[in-house]
């Protein structure tokens, strides 16, 4: 069984940093695409950033040249870190990872989502 879990977020002033953690364990040969979504209080939930093994990294417009994902590879994880955090920066964030697990099947899992605050 594989699971995905999230850990990180806070309170943070504006323009504050913070980094989001996921980190996925169970039998897992490998992790070939990975994210980060947030969703605020009474929106949507919208991508923030992704990634691929082959070496694609997407931003939304809204956190591009402050957000940079990425990955380690050797030990199942994905980062996002946060810079020059804004109000509207405010949400709770969830990660995704795109998983093969040891039976050859490959899934999209989620965490269960960490809440990041910008306020002063």
């Known amino acids: 069984q594989v699971q995905v879990a999230e850990s990180g977020g806070g309170l943070v002033q504006p323009g504050g940093s913070l980094q989001l953690t996921c980190r996925a364990s169970?039998?897992?040969?490998?992790?070939?695409?990975w994210g980060w979504y947030r969703q605020a209080a009474g929106k949507q939930r919208e991508l923030v950033a992704y990634?691929?093994?082959?070496?694609?990294?997407n931003y939304s417009e809204s956190v591009k040249g402050r957000f940079s994902i990425s990955k380690d590879h050797t030990r199942h994880a994905h980062y996002l870190q946060m810079e020059s955090l804004k109000p509207e920066d405010t949400a709770d964030y969830y990660c995704?990872?795109?998983?093969?697990?040891?039976?050859?099947?490959?899934?999209?899992?989620w965490g269960q989502g960490t809440r990041v605050t910008v306020s002063s």
């Open positions: 995704s990872a795109g998983i093969m697990n040891s039976n050859f099947v490959f899934a999209n899992y």
């Open positions: 990634g691929t093994n082959s070496g694609a990294r």
């Open positions: 169970g039998s897992i040969l490998s992790m070939s695409t």
